[in-house]
């Protein structure tokens, strides 16, 4: 019903332009609740990606129109950006069935703009050609094809985050079409599953939090990101949105990135070139690195280009300070949050401050005086290349003349860098390790496949979703796994995939989807909106503004709900008190769990949470998510809360086990429900055994929930 | 193979490849390094490294750290270097025992304190609590690009695990916050965030019967691929599960429970947060965990000093005095070192009934673990603004609990990142403190 309303309100605003001005004011006020539809604020249409853009005017069900644009659709939800640039994240269902078919006839469309299956199986038998030829020089072959239960559990956790339901695995193993792996391939790429992953992974490469600094709340970020991954937005638009984003927060969601680092800027500079470019100079912001060619010279030069920029806007926090005097009735809670929210805020001033440090010691150049920005190359010809043109002249234009650079095909590391660590997510290893340190490209277990890779990227223009079909459609990627190698005798080949750990996440929504079912894909947390309330109008601090975001601020956070989702308190990891933020479907709770995945919970979430112990990120640094193993996270899982969701008789695996009308059929259900294949006699003999020896389907779950075989991709 | 290389094996390129992969198969989950798994394996080569710092005073002599942390910033005028004149605070100047002076807010610690060295000294430069917290924990400035290690992780490193069944490092009444740092995550410690809950989820909520029942058909249903594993993140696991069902049986989570001690020792301690941690402290440091870390809150004094020194203060003084007390009675003093440590200290100046962050110059305190009893080092200025004599920064002061928990100090390791690091950063251990 909410949804309904919801829907209804987006539409609102087209009517209520042609209407009379005292309707449109009435209608205004009836849909105020509903905004939450917007999850990202506004935004340059280009960013959403360069393919040609289909503009529509969407009816809904009840004959509403919006004038949008298609952005994505993705399981069951579509993403639209309307002609002001607001985007919209709803489920299809709210559309008129003609709309419905034509969002899907725009995935069509999208989809022959990609790679062509020819160009997939070219590109892919590339991949297998480069990895066989290297196999053969050092005498080793590629491990033999993954079986279908093997790959079918493979690609979904890859692909959507989540090992399948039993009905998921079952449809595939039965189906005899023998193109049935690529169409799964491309059915996950275009999931809501892949959009959470993809969440997931980007989240612990780009420190997404939920607060940062001073408990700053950082959603809109989030929810910028979900709608630039659910809108297939390209990693260098995707990147490039990031470096050159400007204003606060609460208006522009992608400042987030370099607001993580205002207080330190430097840090952030030498972040950014570790996360994007696999370049580490975090030595040499110090000193010339001791065991690699970059000075610190080189280091200023580049942080230089952020030298007109400025995170954070102290007169506006002395200007709401000087209000707040005037009248001490003012909540201090709430003045605090306005004040941190309006003061990070990404501008650039027409001046390049940076200076060399007092304690320079290099002859290169002297202590304290002003930086001369100028990029980094990693060999010679490089910087006559075209990209190498920067203007250096306008301080202002800096940051943008930087992200340009950055983000081209013709840098000498961009590409490269994401194809490795995409190849990486497939893989469970780099190409070149470690991937955060890719300086040296001789390196590259394979320079030629890693070449290869950086062409498909750059082929692609950075459609992630498109690269990673490539590499799954590989035989690869379509090997059976090999155990974790010893990176210390030997470089790895890539006889095929290695056997990992699942993430924290994707342990985390495997059992979410064996407690729930599908259901799961569909609650999205988006909690950015409220941050609105916060924003305070340009110009001068008034007293009365400050009043009425107080009170908006005030409005926006009561009931609780969202209070609790928002600073610090978010952090505490009270995920019940989300309860608000949700959309679409809204999540179930058990055991004082909340039934959602992981990248609809707090970012990250609290440090005693399961997904922390089973190694979700920190995020105070890039890549810190481990799969290392600990006694507290087995306690949870047979004893915790997690153990009682899995052995609980509302667990969606027990009752579509139930469902069987034989002991064989109860047995099987839940073995595609954990382990996405069929029991072999003896396994089945033994688990029927025990059915029949005082334990129950639950307690099977459970046992199967703890294999280790549960844990592991193989 | 230790992980981290002494930093002169690596300066030509292909060292430092090697061991840049060396360390990178530890993040693959490979060498799952667990911090409930056996000595022999978890050690990595412990005394491979060569302690500079081996010969000197107090080496070694701490074989158990408890780290308690003074969150807000205390007031080093109003309890362990009292002032008179212009900075004097309400609290009166009494002589405590070993001759030294300390506030009249801090009676139990003055019948104890011929068992403490008083460092008065203590200088640093940040006065923001997140940071100057994060230096007083790890004893590095806090960066954006790098997590700097707590001494546990460091000694974790060094030395080894310090118990077959018990982590190693546990902090209370606070999250781990990174406290592993560059290390592996398993030297990350327990976060315990209630004492009196102790640790959780550590017995089934099904019968005895059910989970006989339940692990047999774990074993069987699992052999296939848990049990032919020849993967090592694999076969970690296999030991996860084992640690695990043995700790579950064991006798050593009896560590964590506070319930085991009797009613009149927990009185004693008091019933408060930090009492109970410290308890607990106590009580793990007993049987076999090194580093323990217990934060209390409540000294960020701004107003109505007086009233809070009375209230939080009376409680540290309490508790602190008990704890040290039962350490000694239990012949535990002379091997455990505790430290009581705040992020900075406060102005010498009042404002509004109470005092400024200050991190000029304030004051921590060592008890046991080989330092001198009733001692006093280093010295403020006449107003307590600035250090007059010997002044100990943070790096400092971890280099000092690092030498005498017999880690090499101003030896470097190299990180998984390729930067050389040492603990304290740099800076020599006061052996000055050292009986």
């Known amino acids: 019903m909410r949804l309904l309303a919801l829907f209804a309100c987006l539409f609102v605003g087209l009517s209520a332009q042609a209407a009379p001005k005292k309707e449109a004011k009435k209608e205004a006020k009836k849909v ?118 093997q790959f079918l559990r493979r690609i979904y956790l890859d692909a959507s985050g989540r090992v399948p339901t039993a009905t998921e695995a079952a449809t595939f193993l039965a189906s005899n079409a023998p193109d049935k792996r690529a169409k799964l391939i491309d059915e996950l790429l275009f999931s809501s599953g892949y959009t959470m992953q993809m969440f997931n992974w980007m989240a612990d490469l780009l420190r997404v939090k939920d607060t940062f600094a001073k408990g700053v709340p950082a959603f809109t970020f989030e929810d910028w990101l979900k709608a630039r991954l659910s809108a297939g937005t390209p990693w260098d638009k995707l990147v490039s949105e990031m470096i050159t984003a400007d204003g606060r927060l609460s208006d522009n969601g992608a400042t987030g990135f370099m607001l993580f680092d205002a207080e330190m800027p430097l840090d952030g500079v030498s972040n950014l070139m570790t996360t994007f470019l696999g370049t580490n100079m975090a030595c040499a912001q110090c000193h010339d690195h001791p065991l690699a060619d970059w000075t610190q010279r080189d280091f200023y030069q580049m942080a230089a280009f952020f030298g007109a920029t400025d995170g954070k806007d102290e007169a506006i926090g002395s200007a709401i300070k000087k209000a707040v005097r005037a009248d001490s009735s003012l909540p201090k809670a709430a003045v605090l949050k306005i004040e941190q929210m309006n003061t990070f805020r990404m501008e650039d001033s027409d001046k390049q401050k940076l200076t060399f440090p007092k304690d320079y010691k290099y002859k290169d150049a002297k202590a304290g005086d002003p930086v001369t920005p100028a990029l980094i190359a990693w060999s010679k010809g490089e910087k006559s290349l075209p990209v190498y043109n920067v203007n250096t002249k306008t301080p202002s234009q800096l940051r943008d003349e930087f992200a340009r650079w950055l983000t081209s095909p013709q840098n000498p590391r961009f590409a490269t860098n994401i194809a490795n660590r995409i190849w990486k997510k497939a893989f469970g290893l780099g190409v070149i390790e470690p991937v955060n340190d890719i300086d040296d490209l001789a390196e590259a277990s394979s320079p030629e496949l890693m070449a290869h890779l950086t062409f498909v990227m750059k082929a692609a223009k950075f459609d992630l979703r498109e690269v990673q079909r490539v590499i799954y459609n590989s035989k690869t990627y379509q090997a059976s796994a090999s155990a974790t190698p010893d990176l210390g005798k030997a470089k790895y080949l890539f006889n095929g995939p290695i056997v990992r750990r699942l993430s924290a996440e994707q342990v985390w929504d495997s059992l979410i989807v064996t407690a729930v079912g599908t259901y799961a894909d569909n609650v999205l947390l988006r909690r950015g909106d409220d941050l609105k309330a916060m924003a305070l109008p340009a110009g001068k601090v008034t007293l009365a503004e400050l009043k009425n975001a107080v009170n908006r601020t005030t409005k926006a956070f009561s009931g609780g709900g969202k209070l609790a989702g928002a600073p610090k308190k978010a952090a505490g990891g009270s ?78 695996a027990v009752l579509d086990a139930m469902k069987a009308k034989t002991t064989e059929g109860e047995v099987t259900s839940l073995y595609l429900s954990y382990l996405s294949r069929k029991p072999t006699a003896k396994e089945l003999a033994a688990a029927s055994k025990s059915l029949t020896d005082g334990l129950a389907l639950t307690d099977l779950a459970w046992v199967l929930a703890n294999t280790r075989e549960f844990l592991f991709v193989q | 193979m230790s992980i981290l290389h002494s930093a002169n094996l690596l300066r030509n390129p292909e060292d430092r490849r090697s061991f840049i992969e060396k360390c990178a198969k530890v993040s693959f989950g490979l060498s799952v390094l667990p911090f409930f798994t056996r000595i022999a394996e978890a050690a990595e080569v412990p005394g491979a490294v060569k302690a500079p710092n081996a010969g000197l005073p107090g080496f070694g002599k701490a074989k158990r750290v408890i780290f308690l942390q003074l969150n807000g910033g205390m007031s080093h005028i109003d309890t ?34 011929d068992r403490i060295t008083v460092i008065r000294s203590m200088t640093a430069k940040v006065g923001v609590h997140a940071s100057a917290a994060y230096l007083m924990r790890t004893g590095f400035e806090q960066r954006g690009t790098v997590q700097h290690p707590t001494l546990g992780a460091w000694a974790q490193h060094f030395l080894g695990t310090s118990h077959k069944t018990l982590p190693s490092s546990v902090t209370v009444n606070r999250s781990s916050n990174h406290g592993n740092g560059w290390f592996p995550a398993a030297y990350s410690p327990l976060p315990i965030l209630n004492p009196t809950d102790g640790l959780m989820d550590t017995k089934s909520p099904v019968s005895e019967a059910v989970v006989a029942k339940r692990t047999g058909l774990l074993a069987e249903l699992d052999a296939g691929f848990g049990g032919k594993a020849s993967d090592e993140s694999v076969k970690s696991y296999n030991e996860f599960y084992e640690s695990t069902f043995q700790l579950m049986k064991s006798t050593d989570l009896k560590a964590f429970d506070l319930a085991s001690e009797s009613a009149e020792t927990r009185a004693r301690y008091g019933k408060s947060k930090f009492g109970q941690g410290c308890l607990l402290a106590r009580r793990l440091v007993e049987n076999g965990v090194r580093f323990v870390e217990v934060a209390i809150g409540g000294w960020d004094m701004h107003a109505t000093l007086d009233d809070r020194m009375e209230e939080v203060g009376g409680d540290f003084d309490r508790v602190y005095a008990t704890l040290i007390q039962d350490l000694e009675s239990k012949g535990l003093l002379e091997s455990t070192l505790v430290v ?40 403020s200025d006449e107003k307590g603004y600035a250090p007059k004599e010997n002044g100990v920064s943070p790096g400092s002061l971890h280099a000092t609990i690092a030498h005498a928990a017999g880690l090499p100090v101003q030896t470097d390791i190299i990180t998984p990142a390729g930067r050389p690091m040492q603990v304290g950063n740099k800076a020599a251990p006061q052996t000055g403190v050292f009986a």
């Open chain 1, 32 to 149: 105020e609740p509903v905004i939450k539809a917007v999850v990202a604020p506004a935004a340059p249409v280009a960013a959403l990606g360069e393919r040609a853009a289909i503009w529509h005017v969407w009816t809904d069900k009840e004959g509403q129109k919006l004038d949008a644009r298609f952005c994505g659709l993705a399981g069951e939800f579509i993403t639209l950006q309307s002609r002001d640039g607001r985007t919209f994240h709803f489920k299809t269902e709210l559309l008129s069935a003609e709309d419905v078919a034509f969002a899907k006839s725009c995935v069509d469309l999208a989809r022959r703009n990609s790679f062509s299956p020819a160009v997939i199986a070219s590109a892919a038998a590339d991949i297998d050609r480069l990895v066989a030829s290297v196999l053969t020089a050092n005498k080793q072959t590629l491990n033999a094809p993954a079986t279908d239960e």
């Open chain 2, 80 to 113: 362990f270097d009292p002032k008179t004149g212009a900075s004097k605070g309400p609290g009166s100047i009494v002589s405590a025992k070993g001759d030294m002076q300390l506030t009249s807010y801090l009676p139990e610690t003055a019948k104890i304190s």
């Open chain 2, 340 to 379: 009581v440590a705040s992020e900075f200290g406060r102005k010498p100046t009042f404002e509004g009934g109470g005092r400024g962050h200050h991190p000029l110059v304030f004051s921590t305190v060592l008890a046991g673990g080989g330092v001198k009893r009733g001692f006093v080092f280093g010295a």
């Open chain 1, 575 to 652: 995920a019940l008190g989300l309860a608000n933020g949700y959309e679409g479907d809204k999540p179930i709770s058990r055991f004082s769990l909340m039934l959602a995945r992981a990248s609809e919970l707090p970012q990250p979430s609290s440090e005693t949470h399961f997904l922390r112990l089973w190694g979700q990120g920190d995020r105070l640094l890039a890549d810190s998510a481990t799969n290392d193993g600990s006694v507290p996270q087995v306690l949870q899982m047979m004893n915790g809360s997690v153990g009682k969701l899995v052995s609980d008789v509302r667990s969606a």
